[in-house]
């Protein structure tokens, strides 16, 4: 939970891959995290704005005060962004569940990051509803990060 607890008081967000379907995951997630306060831009080549916010072109392109990274991306595309946040001084990277591989993660944990996967960012930020109760489950039957 320390990985967890240091990417959730970072301040500023981007997340990568939002989806300019508002019936998509990458979607509902970005408004529902932006309702509940976080601090949270979109990256998204293909979009101008999301749900009303900016939307940048790259990860590169992202002011210098976003401090933690939240991956919705396309597998195939995961690890580029992710070594692009990295150059970019992004040191926090927090992949959703299903933008990553096995070799993906193997990749990243070689680096100098706080990286955070097979989470669900829902669950933790200010989790409401069916979120709160996952998170419930997984306490219960200890599959919390240690």
């Given at each position: 939970m320390k990985s967890v607890a240091r990417f959730l008081t970072l301040g500023k967000y981007a997340m990568a891959g939002?989806?300019?379907?508002?019936?998509?995951?990458?979607?509902?997630?970005?408004?529902?995290?932006?309702?509940?306060?976080m601090d949270l831009v979109p990256v998204n080549p293909a979009a101008e704005t999301i749900?009303?916010?900016?939307?940048?072109?790259?990860?590169s392109e992202l002011p210098s005060d976003v401090r933690g990274l939240i991956f919705m991306t396309p597998k195939e595309e995961t690890l580029s962004v992710a070594r692009e946040a990295i150059a970019h001084g992004i040191k926090d990277l927090w992949i959703q569940q299903g933008a990553e591989t096995k070799s993906i993660i193997a990749e990243l944990e070689k680096e100098d990051i706080n990286l955070i996967h097979h989470?669900?960012?829902?669950?933790?930020?200010?989790?409401?509803?069916?979120?709160s109760f996952h998170r419930f489950l997984k306490k219960i039957f200890g599959g919390l990060p240690a």
């Open positions: 939002v989806s300019r379907d508002p019936k998509k995951f990458g979607h509902v997630a970005f408004k529902e995290l932006r309702q509940k306060g749900d009303g916010v900016k939307c940048f072109n790259s990860v989470e669900c960012i829902m669950m933790f930020w200010k989790p409401s509803s069916i979120h």
